[in-house]
């Protein structure tokens, strides 16, 4: 009897863990960086990776001949500026065999170009920021030891906008494609 309790507390959880929050579309509030059906395609010391816009929560990641769909979770309130989705990558033991993506695809407001400025240098170590002159963020992380890879993606705004300019942007290292909704339904 034991053993069947077990089991049945063991597919229970392994049932609950698909979807965080039941959440399965984003918030009228959410603040997204990519628009529908966009590839954005980023080169920094970490490599290349490339970021497809599936649907509103839907993320493709693909590098170094890896390629993995992630659902990501909305975000209920403000977290550090973001209001946008995220995977946390939570450890498993289902992942032991491949590496665990964090994820974040948010838009961040600022009052000013210094606080932007500001932002920006605070990362740029440890995620080697590659951005356009519009403020299109992407960070990539590859971390060996920890099976890990960090890939996030922000738009910037100051005072409500988008820059014009930007100190330090890369726009060479960034492509940004666009493609239909038939052509990511056919992957």
């Known amino acids: 009897m034991k ?3 077990f089991i049945i507390v063991c597919i229970i959880s392994l049932i609950s863990c698909d979807k965080p929050n039941g959440q399965n579309k984003p918030y009228p509030f959410t603040e997204l960086a990519m628009d529908e059906y966009t590839v954005v395609e980023a080169k920094n010391k970490s490599g290349t990776v ?4 599936i649907s509103p929560l839907v993320r493709r990641y693909k590098w170094d001949g890896y390629n ?4 990501l979770i909305p975000r209920k309130e403000r977290w550090l500026g973001k209001l946008g989705i995220y995977d946390p990558a939570e450890q498993s033991i ?16 600022f009052s000013t170009n210094t606080e932007l400025e500001k932002w920006l240098y605070q990362g740029k170590d440890a995620y080697d920021w590659v951005y356009t002159n519009d403020g299109l963020v992407v960070g990539f992380i590859k971390s060996r030891d920890r099976n890990q890879v960090n890939v996030e993606i922000y738009q910037l705004y100051v005072d409500g906008k988008k820059p014009i300019t930007l100190e330090g942007s890369r726009p060479g ?10 052509q990511t339904e056919q992957k």
Not at 97 to 106: G, K, L, Y
């Open 3 to 5: 053993k069947i309790i």
């Open 50 to 53: 490339v970021i497809e816009y």
């Open 68 to 71: 993995e769909v992630r659902t």
């Open 94 to 109: 289902w992942n032991i065999f491949s590496p665990r993506i964090v994820a974040e695809d948010s838009q961040l407001h």
């Open 173 to 182: 290292n960034i492509k940004i494609y666009r493609k239909t909704k038939e």
